[in-house]
């Protein structure tokens, strides 16, 4: 990546006992939503408050749009968004006197105008005169969601955003992520939820015992981890599809109704190539789905795995 | 940005306002209308009252004043910031708005003017009933000034302390327990009057002054300070000792403001204060010994108490002074190793150079220089004394500084106990023993005892005090070889294998 908005070299953050991150190195640029996955003591949560500057570092450098923390810590701050884990607001504040705070320590220039967007944004409109203390947990993460997004940061870290969502609740959040992906933010994403990772990152990064264990897009670390799963549904059963699925030297095929699963070890092209020769041969798909794309798969596959 | 500008500050006077202002301020009020009433009930049938003029009656009832403003301002004050401070460290808040662009002194000046508002509102009502009162009774012009000088600037001395508690304890209540201990250390200060520096830190001399209104020297309270024999008026000395060590404080709590991983005091910063509290104690009282202290002359003259004390209890002060000092700018042992990390490994030249015991040295060295000052003109008959002290300085500072970071090293969470353990065993348990065996000589071993004795009495055995300085000596290289042990084996602790959030 030539000119990535978060860059974290060669990181590494010492606690009493243990090292918490170990030689990290990680970029993530413009337009891409970070998921950093590991167990519980990974050092996701260390490694966010580090590049925030919240945490001290042993070694290593962080940059934030071209910013290095240990030389410009103000420019940094500027471009940054940290929403930590829990839900730091004034609970006898309104939800707009608590933007309000943020808004003037980030100069937000239109500030009563970007406030409402934000709350808009995040679906708190109409608990604009509510007190914080009145939220409830969801509402309140939203609310800092909305704190975070206040100065229109380049590059955001959130750290088990939706915790404490509800279902409609991460649904709306994921509508956000893909917003800012598209709106070229560089998104750093941690989360125990595996799957729903999957709907709005383009790229993941899995932490075991500081150390980073892989990363890469999705599909990168779909190959990484193995052979693929696949899974195939069409129309009408004439053998035909089973065949060329045979043929195709694929392991572990499964017939099931009107479909099959199987192991795949080639690349993507090759894949593209046997679906493209089913088509061809008439059989009327109508599912094509790589089951080990999701984060669940890949986390599993990835060898983090003994701490869960 | 101004003030008024300060989002923090914004946010503290909306939390403020929302909790609601207008009880306390009518309390205040009520307060102060009730004593306002008093002095004009006197001044309309002074038959009534035990005062000898309206002056009198004028200044008993603003002493009144005072005193709840001084509760309300100085005491409530210091309680809020660092309760505020430590409860939004706690929700997080502070972490909120350290990512913020807010400059580090915004953020600072933000709780540390904003959290009090409402004392700041009551002790306004207050002072100005007592403007009043000072009006009503025709007491002299400068009175009132200067009173309210005093306690406005001990309040933002005692609130720039307090965002530093509030930054550096997890519990707000350590806030509150600060201010007692401070206040029942001050009590016995008030036996010394115009001799001991703390009289000047917190105003009381400078107040009690301006209330006996003058400088006669032949009263203890109505007299001025001596810098060296040189008078000073009170107030301004009260005012240049918390401007000072002001300075220092705001340093402190900006630098940590913006890097929390830094010790509160910067080394050089440490040894100023000490070195700037010390001097003037040493100076305060100069003028009873005019640096011939021990001389035969002053034997007889200066045998009162509390006179003959005064050096025992500056003796006793430095060592208490030079063990918050140490305690608040010793490095965690963690911190000096990740910086070892940094430069890519440690030696033990390096680790002594960052710890604690250098700078105990650099305070001993300034402990026994101040403590020359009452040498200067009977050194030659007295020397013996001074390197006792000296020596008791040096020793007990190195003990303390070894202890401590052995404790950290050693016991990790649970050093505070061991380091408390310890030095009951080496300071306080000799006393108690030489009192249960009715034996003066087991009192002599605590590692206080050689210098307070050598200050104190003036038959004490010198020699005998000057072999238990060297057994101490002795006592403390042994903790040298433990802390150098244990600090090896930090420096040679290999990469841990076990990671955590």
Known sequence: MSNPLLAIEHLRVDFPEVIAVNDLTLNIGAGEVCGLIGPNGAGKTTTMRAISGLQECTRGSVKVGGHELASEPDELKRQLGFMPDFCPTYDQLTASEFLDHFARAYDVPNRARRIDECLQLTWLTEKTNSLCDELSRGMKQRLVLAKTLLPNPKVLLLDEPASGLDPLGRIELRKILLQLREAGKAVLISSHILTELSGFCNTAAIMERGRLVTFGTIAELGQRAGARKMSVKWRADDGKALDILKAANVNNLEATNLGATFDFGGDTDALDELLKTLVIQGVRISEWRGTSDDLEQIFLQSGAKELM | ?501
Request: glycine fraction near 8%; aromatic fraction near 14%.
């Open chain 2, 1 to 501: 940005m101004k003030l008024f500008d300060n989002p923090i500050f914004i946010t503290q006077r909306r939390l403020m306002h929302r909790a609601g202002v207008l009880a306390p301020i009518l309390i205040a009020a009520l307060i102060g209308l009730s004593l306002l009433a008093g002095l004009i009930a006197y001044l309309a049938d002074p038959m009534d009252f035990n005062f000898n003029s309206p002056q009198d009656a004028g200044k008993v009832f603003y002493g009144w004043i005072i005193g709840v403003e001084i509760l309300v301002l100085v005491i409530g004050g210091f309680s809020k910031i660092s309760r505020t401070l430590a409860e939004e460290r706690k929700a997080g808040l502070w972490d909120s708005n350290c990512l913020t662009p807010l400059k580090p002194a915004q953020i600072v000046s933000g709780y540390w003017l904003g959290s009090p508002l409402r004392e700041c509102y009551m002790a306004a009502i207050l002072a100005g009933t007592g403007l009043v009162i000072c009006v009503l009774a025709k007491l002299p012009l400068a009175f009132w000034p200067g009173t309210q000088i005093l306690i406005f600037s001990t309040a933002l001395f005692f609130g720039l302390l307090a965002s530093l508690v509030g930054m550096a304890f997890q519990k707000p209540q350590a806030g509150i327990l600060m201010v007692g201990l401070v206040f029942f250390l001050y009590m016995p200060a008030l036996a010394f009057s115009r001799h001991t520096v703390t009289n000047f830190l917190l105003p009381i001399y400078g107040i009690v002054n301006l209330f006996n209104g003058g400088n006669d020297s032949n009263r203890e309270w109505d007299a001025w300070p001596e810098i060296f024999g040189l008078s000073v008026p009170p107030i301004l000395l009260s005012l240049a000792l918390q401007f000072i060590l002001g300075i220092f404080l705001w340093r402190a709590a900006v630098r940590k403001t913006a890097n929390p991983f830094q010790p509160l005091l910067l080394r050089w910063e440490a040894i100023a204060i000490f070195a700037l509290l010390v001097v003037t104690q040493h100076s305060l009282i100069w003028n009873n010994w005019h640096g011939a202290f021990g001389a035969a002359q002053h034997i007889q003259a200066y045998r009162n108490y509390p006179d003959d004390s005064l050096m025992a209890v500056t003796h006793g002060g430095t060592i208490f002074l030079g063990v918050l000092i140490l305690t608040f700018s010793s490095p965690l042992p963690e911190r000096v190793r990740v910086e070892a990390l940094r430069a890519g490994g440690g030696s033990l030249k390096m680790i002594f150079s960052r710890s604690a015991v250098s700078l105990a040295l650099a305070l001993a060295v300034i402990a026994a220089i101040a403590t020359l000052t009452q040498f200067i003109f009977s050194f030659g008959e007295n020397a013996i004394i001074w390197l006792v002290t000296a020596g008791n300085l040096f020793v007990f500072f190195l003990m303390f500084s070894l202890l401590l970071e052995f404790c950290r090293l050693r016991f990790k969470r649970r050093a505070l106990g061991f380091v408390a353990l310890w030095l009951f065993v080496l300071c306080i348990l000799p006393f108690i023993l030489g009192g249960v065996f009715s034996n003066a000589a087991l009192a002599k071993l605590s590692f206080l005892a050689p210098g307070v004795i050598a200050v104190s009495d003036y038959n004490a055995d010198l020699t005998f005090l000057g072999c238990v300085t060297f057994a101490h000596f002795g006592g403390v290289l042994l903790f040298f070889l433990a802390w150098r042990q244990q600090w090896k084996l930090l420096l040679a602790k290999t990469s841990p294998s076990t990671s955590t959030q």
